[in-house]
């Protein structure tokens, strides 16, 4: 149930407006506090009197409306809001949040609300797909609001397209996730890897890849929150351990990765190998700073730590990741049979988006049974779910 918790809903224009109805309803009925904002537009499609009906508390309109209370609306309803959902959401309203206009009642309190945000598109297929819309769409979704994808079907103008607003109970599903988080871990210990792992070269240099570690750190947080004993083995990262992790252990090299790994691995029922390892080592390392004007160094393969969890996992679950810059699935599938994983998180680095040291990522789920499940664009934090979804229903398998 959702007794104690505050729903701040953004209504505008657009008809399906009069779907808000039924998302208000089903909040009410799970014991959510409401509060509704309603933009002019919106007004055309629905009536203040409705939503105050069905929320049992008056509809704020516009900026400058009579009050009651003896507060800054705006102010008051951004701090009191556990989530902020904005259904339907128009083209214009999404360009004004993507670009920090606050003129009217709805943007300005989504500029001061600090609280986890939800947009549900709803607009004519070509406004959808145009690429003003999917740039703002693309700048919410770094910053970390979540959007419900629009439907495709058939369009109030008579189109038939995708534009259509998601449904009440996918949005209603979405705002309980955010604030009912799942407990389907408890009892599981979670072992995750993150960040990139080192090799001397001499007594100042290292060679290593590219990893920020916001990956691994956000499959961590997530576990956590889900109820997992969470043991974090890391090297190299940007981003702190997060709250809630059981264990960290910080590593340097890939030797020394697989070494604590394998300390741990009697307690893990999950292995998710999110990590950046270094594929090789120098034959031979220099304890003092090398000064030769020319330099020619010999490398050897490093041990494979994912290969080496796929030997002795048994029953457990193994989740592996393929950064690739070309044939994707190809090679990411390749990985899993390599290293008897239960499925691979496939990304294209080379995507906007889906680099390193970005918040968001653009992924792939491949199971061993052949199945790929395309992910579009994403927050690591909501991709860092979708994975341990994955892993709690067997997917791939």
Not at 287 to 304: A, C, G, H, Q, R
Request: hydrophobic residues 45%.
């Amino acid at each position: 149930m959702l007794y104690g918790k505050s729903v701040v809903l953004g209504v505008s224009g657009g008809i399906a407006a009069y779907k808000s109805c039924e998302l208000v309803s089903a909040l009410k009925k799970l014991g959510a506090e409401v509060d509704v904002i309603m933009t002019a537009n919106a007004e055309e499609f629905v009536t203040p009197l409705t939503f105050e009906t069905l929320s049992n508390r008056k509809v704020v309109r516009g900026t400058f409306d009579e009050r009651e209370e003896h507060d800054v609306k705006h102010v008051s309803l951004a701090k009191k809001a556990d989530v902020f959902v904005v259904a339907p959401a128009t083209a214009n309203v999404i360009a004004k949040f993507a670009q920090g206009i606050a003129d009217d009642m709805l943007s300005t309190t989504w500029l001061a609300c600090a609280a986890p945000k939800v947009i549900a598109p709803a607009m004519n297929t070509a406004m959808y797909e145009n690429a003003a819309t999917q740039e703002n769409i693309r700048i919410l979704t770094e910053r970390g609001v979540r959007f419900v994808s629009p439907a495709v079907g058939r369009l109030a103008c008579g189109d038939v397209g995708k534009g259509k607003m998601a449904e009440p109970r996918d949005i209603l599903d979405l705002i309980l996730d955010i604030l009912r988080p799942r407990r389907d871990l408890e009892g599981k210990t979670v072992l995750v890897t993150a960040g990139a792992t080192e090799e001397y070269i001499d007594g100042v240099r290292v060679i290593t890849n590219h990893s920020s570690g916001k990956m691994g750190c956000a499959i961590a947080e997530a576990a956590a929150e889900r109820g997992a004993k969470v043991i974090l083995v890391h090297g190299n990262m940007s981003v702190p351990v997060p709250s809630g992790v059981m264990k960290s252990v910080r590593v340097r090299s890939t030797e020394d990765m697989l070494s604590a790994v394998l300390g741990e691995e009697g307690e893990a029922d999950v292995f998710i190998m999110s990590a950046a390892p270094s594929d090789y080592k120098l034959k031979k390392t220099f304890s003092s700073k090398i000064k030769s004007e020319t330099l020619t160094l010999e490398f050897v393969k490093n041990p494979d730590i994912a290969k080496e969890i796929g030997r002795i996992k048994g029953e457990r679950k193994l989740v592996v990741f393929s950064a690739e810059t070309e044939d994707l699935i190809k090679n990411a599938k390749k990985k899993l049979a390599s290293k008897n994983a239960d499925f691979a998180v496939a990304n294209d680095v080379t995507k906007k988006g889906a680099g390193f040291f970005v918040d968001t990522n653009i992924a792939s789920l491949v199971g061993r049974n052949g199945e790929v499940k395309e992910l579009g664009l994403m927050t690591k934090r909501e991709l860092a779910d979708v994975i341990l979804d994955a892993v709690v229903s067997g997917y791939g398998a």
